[in-house]
Each structure stands twice: as structure tokens, then as C-alpha cells.
């Protein structure tokens, strides 16, 4: 695949490619010529639309994205991962999920994304049954298991394969590939559902996400790239990447960042002197939770 010269002009964030990253691609391509025919859930972050381009790639129409629209997923995001499928040709279906209307899921406790997981791939293969699809893949990479992800519990119950993880392909590395693909995505930040925002033990609402993404919104709308807002109640908790702490830190950004966040809905706004840190929630967890959301466990 060649580096598009555009891509790297622009940011001047160019990754040089490995022959490990390269025998690890071959890996990836030899794996779906194998599985032949494949749905894909897909978001439209970097490793699922990776993992879909390459699939199509090398299986052409033999495979379809999946695409889950929910309360929990953010109206831009879900405009991106639509704008990629279609700039690329992706074979693209749209599938409604209904999470929020589990109490299992709406109680948010450590399992939430277990359930949403397992409603999503059990709509899946219920999809592939109608289509001819026997087989379903998700982009869990090779660095994935070494956080909480119950997520990983549901695709081990179901059968769904992780071709990318199983190729050995790290994040740095599929963003690396992404990028000589000139695949748009390549340097987007991870953008978890907005329910992973919601601090557990705090019920997941359509209001509390509609909350949370137009708090969102309106950090990005300041200049700010890679960054949370953690619901803790009437408290916004804002994590900021350590690279962008310092446009946070002056009186006047603290009356905007103040001002903005008070205007989606919340009482107090904190910022978090530590700066953002995926998965930050989930260091509360008990460690028999943490254990029993390992898929070898």
C-alpha cells in the first residue's frame, strides 16, 4: 500500500512502516481469505474501519459492515463512520439497538458493556442468519487486553473472531497502516460509546448521554482534540490530554470551559489535574471485577 503524499504533507505525523508491521498485515489479509465471508462490527474508529477497508479489500461484496446506531453512540461519530464507509466503497448496514431498555445496562454496573456487546452481536448473527453471513469479526486489537473490557466476555460467548488481535497488530500499528492506506481515520482519537463516560452506579439515560455529548461538543468547538467528560452526577469531570493541558490552564479558558459545560446541563465542572486517561473510570473497579471480565479467566 503507498503513503499517500497528501496525508503526510498535511500533518507532517508521517509513521514509517516495519517489515514486523508488514508480515503482520500479510497475517491479517491470509486470515479473511480464510474466514471468505464476514460481517464486521463496525464504529468507525481507527481499528474497525481498518479492519472493514481490509476486509473489503481482500473479500470484496463476501463482506458487510455493521454499523450500531444508538443513544449511546454520538451523532458525529456516526456521521463519520457513515462519510468513510461510503468514501471507500464499504458495503455499509445500519442496525438500531436498544440497550438502554435493559435494566442490566441502564443500572451501569461494571458489566454494562458486556450487555451491550452481547445485544449487538446476538442482532449480528441474527442479521447474518437472514443475509448468508456465518461469520462475525470486531476490531479488538493486540494492546486491548490489557484493560477492563467486558465487551470481550460477550464476542468469546458469541464466536466472533478478532482478526486483528489475532494477527498481532497493535494500535500503533494499525494506525500506522491506516495511515499508508491514507484511510482518513488513521490519527482520530479513540472514541468510546458515551456511555463509558457515565461513572458507574449512575443510571445511563438517554438525557445523561444527550448531556454528555453536547458537553462534548462544546469542548471540541474550543479547540481541544483528545479529551473526556466524565459524568459524575451534577459534576463534570474534564480530562484533557497532557499535550493540550497547558491551552486549558489560564483564567480565561477556565471561564469558557466553566460556561460551556454549565450551559449542556451541570451544576459543577472539574478539571482533572492528572489529564486524560482512557479508561481512568475503571481504575475504581475491584480487582475480582477486573478478573472476572478476562475472557481467560
Not at 486517561?277 to 472476572?292: I, K, M, W
Request: glycine content about 8%; proline content about 3%; overall charge neutral.
Amino acid at each position: 500500500m503507498a503513503l499517500r503524499e497528501t496525508n503526510v504533507a498535511a500533518t507532517g505525523l508521517a509513521i514509517p512502516s516495519s517489515g514486523a508491521e508488514q508480515l503482520k498485515l500479510q497475517e491479517l489479509e491470509e486470515r479473511l481469505r480464510q474466514i471468505a465471508r464476514v460481517m464486521i462490527a463496525y464504529s468507525g474508529g481507527v481499528d474497525s474501519a481498518f479492519l472493514a477497508a481490509t476486509a473489503h479489500r481482500v473479500l470484496g461484496d463476501q463482506m458487510l459492515a455493521v454499523l450500531a446506531d444508538s443513544a449511546s453512540l454520538a451523532r458525529s461519530e456516526f456521521g463519520a463512520a457513515c462519510d468513510f464507509a461510503a468514501q471507500r466503497g464499504i458495503p455499509l448496514r445500519i442496525i438500531n439497538t436498544h440497550e438502554l431498555s435493559n435494566p442490566d445496562y441502564f443500572r451501569n454496573d461494571a458489566d454494562r458493556c458486556f450487555h451491550c456487546k452481547d445485544e449487538l452481536f446476538r442482532n449480528m448473527l441474527s442479521l447474518g442468519r437472514e443475509l448468508g453471513f456465518e461469520k462475525i469479526a470486531y476490531g479488538m486489537n493486540a494492546d486491548d487486553t490489557r484493560d477492563y473490557r467486558p465487551g470481550q466476555r460477550a464476542a468469546t460467548l458469541h464466536g466472533v473472531l478478532a482478526p486483528l488481535a489475532d494477527a498481532g497488530l497493535t494500535k500503533a500499528e494499525i494506525r500506522s497502516l491506516a495511515q499508508q492506506a491514507g484511510f482518513a481515520p488513521w490519527e482520530k482519537p479513540a472514541a468510546p460509546c458515551l456511555s463509558s463516560r457515565v461513572a458507574y452506579g449512575l443510571a445511563v439515560t438517554r438525557e445523561v448521554l444527550a448531556q454528555i455529548e453536547t458537553a462534548q461538543a462544546s469542548l471540541r468547538s474550543l479547540g481541544f482534540r483528545e479529551f473526556r467528560v466524565r459524568h459524575h452526577g451534577e459534576i463534570a469531570r474534564i480530562e484533557i490530554a497532557r499535550g493540550e493541558m497547558g491551552r486549558a490552564l489560564t483564567l480565561e479558558m477556565f471561564d469558557a470551559l466553566t460556561a460551556a459545560v454549565r450551559a449542556a446541563g451541570y451544576q459543577y465542572v472539574a478539571l482533572d489535574t492528572a489529564g486524560f486517561h482512557s479508561g481512568s473510570l475503571n481504575q475504581l473497579l475491584p480487582v475480582e471485577v477486573l478478573r472476572r471480565a478476562d475472557p481467560g479467566n
